[in-house]
């Protein structure tokens, strides 16, 4: 796997997060939506730190 793909890898996740992070606020007062949105936002918090692990081991 390249820098740029994982990259663009990171991008993906930026973007789930921002759409967790929406669903929480647009789907306030529904508990299934707060808390599977909360889940996914715990989810996407695991993948970035995978993703930073495997840019580190990328030397500049």
Same mark, same amino acid.
């Given at each position: +796997?390249?820098?740029a793909e994982?990259?663009?890898i990171d991008k +993906?996740?930026?973007g789930i997060e921002k759409r967790a992070k929406g669903l929480i606020e647009k789907g306030q007062g529904i508990q299934a939506i707060e808390r599977n949105a909360a889940r996914i936002l715990a989810s996407t918090k695991m993948l970035k730190i995978n993703v930073s692990d495997?840019?580190?081991c990328f030397h500049p």
């Open positions: +796997m390249t820098r994982l990259k663009e +993906m996740i930026e495997l840019t580190s």
